[in-house]
């Protein structure tokens, strides 16, 4: 694998994050769909909601590795068969008459 | 480079939005701190289907767009040439076939 340059490795930085402010703007919004319950009569928290909301980070941050573990092998065994797909393509025999 | 940065930045942004709408359609228990089993299954295939969908819905934007193109090109040289329609059209009928 190529050693990433300097500025490669700081926009790869900027980049990660980035899509971790998107990652908790993202599970805030989840979260406070699943946990909160839209009855006002009370400016605190109950414990339920508490306790939702904790174990609501938890399988967020979860679902969140699963995914990403399954994305990235799903993506890398797509890899061969778009290489194989490129080598067959058929429009790369025009001109070599046999 | 650009371009390629790019490419994976609409995959992380992909990426977040799956775990986004596959959390909320799978996910509905919260009386463990763990996920449950059938939350899990859930949400791999949840994942491979809006990796499909999101595929299928490329291709398809892809023809739509390809055919406007051409479209558009064939309008362009019709404006140009007029008369460049009639000429082809006689042209093709004289061809043996």
């Known amino acids: ?98 | 480079m650009a371009a390629e940065e790019h490419i994976f930045r609409e995959f992380l942004e992909t990426y977040n939005r799956i775990v986004e709408e596959c959390f909320n359609r799978c996910v509905y228990t919260f009386n463990y701190r763990y996920l449950l089993d059938n939350e899990v299954d859930c949400a791999s295939r949840c994942t491979s289907r809006y990796v499909n969908y999101n595929q299928r819905l490329a291709m398809n934007f892809a023809k739509i767009q390809s055919k406007k193109m051409i479209d558009a090109q064939e309008q362009a040289e019709a404006q140009q040439d007029p008369s460049l329609m009639v000429n082809t059209q006689i042209a093709d009928t004289s061809k043996p076939s």
Request: overall charge neutral; proline content about 3%; some cysteine.
């Open chain 1, 1 to 98: 694998m190529a050693e990433l340059s300097s500025n490669q490795l700081q926009a790869a930085g900027e980049l990660e994050i980035e899509m971790m402010q998107d990652l908790y703007k993202r599970m805030t919004t989840a979260c406070h769909k699943k946990c909160v319950i839209p009855r006002y009569k009370d400016s605190e928290l109950s414990k339920g909601e508490s306790v939702c909301i904790d174990r609501c980070v938890a399988k967020y941050m979860e679902v969140h590795d699963r995914i990403g573990k399954q994305l990235t092998s799903m993506t890398l065994q797509q890899q061969p068969t778009l290489q194989a797909q490129q080598a067959n393509d058929p429009s790369r025999v025009v001109g070599s008459y046999q």
